[in-house]
């Protein structure tokens, strides 16, 4: 499972920096290295591009994973360089931006969205997993989610918009419901296709979602 | 007499489709109410039909009732969360609606707004159980109301599939549909009386009217965009052919829906003309078909 990026355009990052002259940018060792988004080699990158563009660049890490506890001491280790930077550019995905939050005043300023959380299924190929609903269906949709599957997120069968077994809005991608049926077949469990799924509780917990873990 | 009643008998029913405009201009509504009304028993109102912003279908089903042309209200779970869309359902009731046509809608991606937020709170299913609920008195959260409607919920379903999954897909779906309390069914357009003769075989045992979806050809051009754009809608070569070799494309493509609907008529409970800005046209199809 992985945090999945996109850098955001050289414009964008431009507009977010304007009237920050002095940057200290931040990568991480784990998911945006694995995008190519925001790993040591797209820092490098990028402290060069900012230079031509006239940016003053302080120092730049790369914590090995932006979102836990290591951050603090990467924060520490390049005090001095952070002080003297007007903001962090953060190459990392949000969660290291929240992560940095915690421990820097200054300025956070994303180079990266995040997309989804999702896994690697082919080489360089990111599919959305999980949506992170608190009511797993998997076990009743031959594990396949229809939540992020479907880009309705119908839990109730597909709709009319499937065309050999493709979904309509992208003829790419396989129709979620089609592969909950062939998977349901094979394992004799397609009684589950006429099953009734009452609508969804978008209320599982307040949003923003929390846990406390005792 | 009401849809609902005509079916509830037995008589064979006719409906058609009228599309709301982008604006405020309702000028060709009423020019469409006032030419079907005594033609058909009742017409569907799209909601945002393929995505595009429009004219309501909600305050479009109200300008029927005044021209009297019983409509069908078509609910998609597109852009409205379960309190907008019960709440939209009781308001349409006290406006005089009473056929209700659930559905799952376009993707905005779809449509003219692509950057909207597509919502799915409920869907066709979740829908159909939810207007179940508002007729017996409750709200889906279970509380009681002041007052119920007592809608005739209706739903869709594609007769024509490409695959064996997706048939089997859209047979299970139906099922859930008509036991979340759909009372008449509208299919996606069909051409051929032979599959959509093994469709209804299929799904006979369900005992809910069937009204088969029929669109008129205006071209083969549009036969052949339909055939790729088109999930579920398969017009067979032969027919295209017809349309390309003919004259006068208007009265072939009217005769052509016209034998297709007298093929269809001993098989189901009705016929859905739509007619995709032939409306006026409706009128001449059914004298045609001999309805």
């Not at chain 1, 962090?88 to 940095?100: E, N, Q, Y």
């Not at chain 2, 852009?79 to 009731?93: G, K, T, V």
């Not at chain 2, 559905?103 to 779809?110: E, H």
């Not at chain 2, 999954?165 to 032979?194: H, N, P």
């Amino acid at each position: 499972m992985k945090s999945i990026t996109r850098q955001k355009s050289p414009e964008d990052i431009q507009q977010g920096l304007s009237g920050l002259d002095r940057v200290f940018i931040v990568g991480c060792g784990t998911c945006t290295t694995m995008t190519h988004t925001g790993g040591i080699d797209e820092v490098v990158a990028m402290k060069e591009r900012l230079q031509e563009q006239g940016k003053r660049v302080t120092g730049f890490t790369v914590i090995p994973t932006a979102c836990d506890d290591m951050t603090e001491l990467a924060m520490k280790e390049n005090g001095p360089a952070i002080s003297s930077a007007d903001c962090i550019l953060s190459m990392s995905c949000a969660l290291g931006v929240h992560r940095m939050n915690l421990y820097i005043g200054k300025p956070i300023i994303p180079a990266v969205d995040t997309l989804f959380i999702g896994i690697e299924d082919s080489p360089g190929y990111f599919r959305e997993a999980c949506a992170q609903c608190g009511q797993c269906l998997l076990g009743e949709t031959a594990g396949i989610c229809p939540i992020t599957a479907c880009h309705k997120g119908l839990v109730n069968g597909p709709c009319g918009g499937t065309n050999n077994g493709r979904c309509e809005v992208d003829k790419e991608k396989d129709c979620a419901w089609t592969l909950i049926y062939n998977r349901l077949k094979e394992q004799d469990r397609l009684d589950l296709m006429r099953k009734y799924q009452p609508p969804r509780n978008h209320h599982v917990t307040l949003a923003p979602r929390s846990l406390r873990i005792q | 007499m009401s849809l609902k009643s005509k079916l509830e008998s037995g008589k064979f029913a006719i409906t058609c489709e009228v599309g709301p405009l982008k604006g405020t201009d309702i000028t060709e509504v009423e020019e469409a109410a006032a030419l079907l009304k005594d033609k058909v028993d009742a017409a569907n109102v799209t909601d945002q039909q393929s995505s595009v912003m429009r004219l309501g279908s909600l305050a479009t089903s109200g300008i029927l009732i005044n021209k009297g042309l019983e409509p069908i209200y078509q609910m998609t779970c597109r852009d409205r969360n379960r309190i907008a869309l019960q709440s939209d359902l009781l308001s349409a009731w006290v406006m005089g609606i009473r056929n209700v046509l659930a559905l799952t809608g376009d993707l905005p991606a779809l449509g003219d707004h692509p950057a909207a937020k597509p919502v799915y709170d409920l869907d066709s299913v979740t829908l159909l159980h939810a207007i179940g609920r508002l007729n017996a008195g409750f709200d889906i959260a279970g509380n009681e109301l002041k007052g119920k409607p007592a809608f005739f919920a209706g739903a869709v379903v594609k007769v024509d599939s490409d695959t064996e999954a997706s048939m089997e897909l859209q047979i299970a779906k139906l099922e859930r549909k008509v036991a979340a309390g759909a009372k008449f069914i509208q299919t996606q357009a069909v051409y051929s009386a032979d599959s959509f003769g093994k469709f209804m075989k299929r799904v006979a045992k369900l005992k809910v009217p069937v009204l088969a979806g029929v669109i008129p050809l205006k071209s083969a051009g549009m036969a052949r965009f339909m055939n790729k754009n088109v999930s579920g809608v398969l017009v067979p070569e032969e027919l295209i052919e017809k349309m390309a070799d003919a004259e006068d494309k208007t009265a072939t493509g009217i005769q052509i829906c016209a034998d297709l609907i007298k093929k269809l008529k001993p098989l189901c409970q009705g016929v859905h003309i739509m007619a995709i800005g032939w409306e006026k046209k409706v009128p001449s199809i059914i004298q045609a078909a001999g309805l």
